[in-house]
């Protein structure tokens, strides 16, 4: 079983997906902007095109799915235009995400439903 398939049986909500895919996104970012993550290592954990397609299977936002389409494209910045536009590309995913996640309803966690 791929791990987009997986992710299908454990997400059942639209939601729910958008929530992980954002903040699993956000800590792979931090961890590029910090220089402890190569952009290359974040594209194979997420930024890629099975996680897109499931995404958008589950009817998910444009915008979350722009998100992930967007970090395909990491490793390539860095190379070809380099460490500069990276950084710059890195901070403007993570003020998108952040400002989805807010977003989002607050009494919603990732798979789970919060103690009221």
């Known amino acids: 079983m791929t791990e987009a398939a997986e992710l299908q049986l454990i997400f059942q909500s639209s939601v ?28 194979s954990e997420l930024f890629k095109p099975a996680y897109l397609h499931l ?21 390539d910045v860095q190379h070809l235009v380099g460490e500069e536009a990276l950084q710059h590309t890195v901070d ?8 989805l996640l807010r977003e989002r309803p607050k009494d919603i966690w990732v798979g789970r439903v919060s103690p009221a």
């Open 92 to 99: 403007e995913m993570l003020d998108i995400a952040v400002r």
């Open 16 to 43: 729910d997906l958008e929530r992980w895919v954002l903040t699993h996104g956000v800590g792979l970012l931090y961890a590029i902007r910090q220089g402890v993550m190569a952009p290359i290592a974040a594209e």
């Open 55 to 75: 995404l958008e299977k589950k009817s998910c936002s444009l915008e979350v799915c722009d998100f992930v389409q967007r970090g395909f494209f990491l490793d």
